[in-house]
């Protein structure tokens, strides 16, 4: 690992509110390292710049496209979300139908199957069937191959998004040829919870909850489910009773449904800030963790340790450059540049909620 240049980095700040609920200045920063042979970490000639807008995959519509790459501007986040960005890679190049991509943070595993493309067939009076996967070499890691999607067919006039991924494959509600015949299989599924034949197809719109979770390595939508509810979107056709599979996992307040529609939850929780898909969501990480990516690179395993490489931090807000102690927002690994970003908060809280409007002086700094 190579020293860092101490040269300025790009800053930007940002008013907000903590979990407690203080009025906070966040500065926020990005560092950008190459991954050597080694799996060892060296400092970019050039950080990244800091992302302002979302960028997403395909032609960049958000109705039909996931996102690739989310904006840096959360000011605040409690947590540390890893975000990989890559494909599934057959062993040895040699073509197979499934195979399974793990995340190692730490001890902590993230593990998904990925299949090859297969598809529904329609069988009159009972279960759909199946297709076997076909084989594959390489597969993108999006959630537009995770399980999801729109139902367009099965209730006339109404066009049904999966609340939890509205650009995946599978989601479907009625057994009928129309809707069934030459229907997209997910490619990416949680081993633990397959779709079957038998479950495919839901029994009424309101039994959406105990289908699949979408799975996936990169960041997760803030329009769907559960995310946009910490926002106050919660979706419909769901009983005020149920139970979340999101609140089982402990993702979401308990009853939260029940407590939303009563307007006892608040308008904006600072859960809505942390994007990483399930599973990838992290107590403040302190940046000198062991990643350990499988299937994701020709050679099986990519092993990746985080530089303990933390900015300084530093914000004038009139009296004197006050040093700010780093946090880690995000770590973001694009496998194919074989580069990995890192995104850090530095903040002043306080619990007067105008000292904000107070200031005339704002500098910030990161080394």
């Not at 009025?23 to 390292?33: C, E, H, M, N, R």
């Not at 890679?89 to 593990?111: S, Y």
């Not at 939508?221 to 419909?236: E, H």
Request: charged share 25%.
């Amino acid at each position: 690992m190579t020293e860092s240049t101490a040269e300025p980095m790009q800053t930007m700040i940002l008013p907000s509110v903590n979990d407690a609920g203080q009025s906070l200045l966040a500065v926020i920063t990005k560092q950008t390292f190459d991954i050597n042979d080694g799996g060892c970490l060296e400092r970019a000639e050039r950080d990244a710049p800091l992302r302002e807008a979302d960028e997403y995959y395909g032609e960049g519509d958000p109705e039909t496209c996931s996102v690739r790459y989310e904006a840096d501007l959360a000011p605040f986040k409690i947590g540390t979300d890893v975000i990989v960005i890559g494909s599934a890679h057959a062993p040895d190049g040699k073509a197979i139908r499934q195979l399974e991509v793990a995340v190692d943070v730490g001890t902590q595993r993230k593990l998904i199957r990925v299949f090859g493309d297969r598809h529904c067939r329609f069988r009159e009076g009972g279960v759909p069937e199946f297709s076997a996967p076909e084989p594959f070499v390489k597969l993108p890691i999006q959630y537009e191959r995770a399980y999801g999607g729109v139902d367009r067919i099965s209730e006339p006039g109404l066009e049904f998004p999966y609340p939890r991924n509205h650009v995946g494959k599978g989601f479907v509600c009625k057994n009928t040829r129309e809707t069934i015949e030459g229907l997209a299989l997910p490619n990416l599924e949680d081993p633990a919870d397959l779709l079957t034949p038998e479950r495919l197809c839901l029994e009424s719109v309101g039994s959406w909850n105990q289908m699949p979770l979408p799975q996936g390595l990169g960041w997760f939508q803030k329009t769907w489910y559960p995310r946009c509810s910490f926002v106050g979107a919660v979706p419909g056709f769901v009983g005020p009773d149920e139970v979340m599979k999101e609140e089982q996992l402990g993702l979401v307040p308990r009853q939260q449904i029940s407590l939303a529609r009563q307007f006892k939850l608040p308008s904006f929780d600072v859960r809505f800030n942390s994007g990483a898909s399930i599973g990838l969501s992290f107590a403040p990480m302190r940046g000198d963790e062991v990643l350990t990516l499988h299937h994701m690179t020709p050679d099986r395993m990519l092993i990746i340790r985080l530089p303990n490489q933390s900015p300084t931090l530093t914000l004038d807000i009139g009296d004197g450059p006050q040093p700010l102690p780093p946090v880690l927002h995000t770590v973001c690994v694009r496998v194919e540049d074989r580069q990995v970003d890192l995104v850090w908060r530095g903040a002043i809280a306080k619990e007067d909620r105008h000292w904000i409007t107070k200031l005339e002086n704002l500098e910030a700094s990161a080394t």
